[in-house]
Nanobody, 122 residues
Framework: QVQLVESGGGLVQAGGSLRLSCVASGDIFSINSMGWYRQAPGKQRELVARIISSSSANYEDSVKDRFTISRDNAKNTVYLQMNSLKPEDTGVYFC????????????????WGQGTQVTVSS
């Protein structure tokens, strides 16, 4: 199995910054892509940013130029630097990763973390 654990959420005023981290662990053979999603109250979960490599990342339009996604392959970790936060960025942020795991057999995985709350006050 592959587990993802997020950290770094919290309460911040509008205009502030937060940095989220997500560490993947378990019987990982390789990770293809890692991403961050968020779910606001009463809304569906939506993609915030996803990264395959340092030269291949995509962002939801509303966070472009404010958020930066990066990953440390050696640590199986993905980060989300969030600047100029707005109240509409409030929600639970979930980490996702997909790739191949090995437990005696090579298997695909697509795993989610438990989420970390981000609250931006106006």
């Amino acid at each position: 199995q592959v587990q993802l654990v997020e950290s770094g959420g919290g309460l911040v005023q509008a205009g502030g910054s937060l940095r989220l981290s997500c560490v993947a662990s378990g019987d990982i053979f390789s990770i293809n892509s890692m991403g961050w999603y968020r779910q606001a109250p009463g809304k569906q979960r939506e993609l915030v940013a996803r990264i395959i490599s340092s030269s291949s990342a995509n962002y939801e339009d509303s966070v472009k130029d404010r958020f930066t996604i990066s990953r440390d392959n050696a640590k199986n970790t993905v980060y989300l630097q969030m600047n100029s936060l707005k109240p509409e960025d409030t929600g639970v942020y979930f980490c996702n990763a997909d790739g191949i795991r090995y437990d005696g057999h090579y298997r695909d995985f697509d795993s989610w973390g438990q989420g970390t709350q981000v609250t931006v006050s106006s």
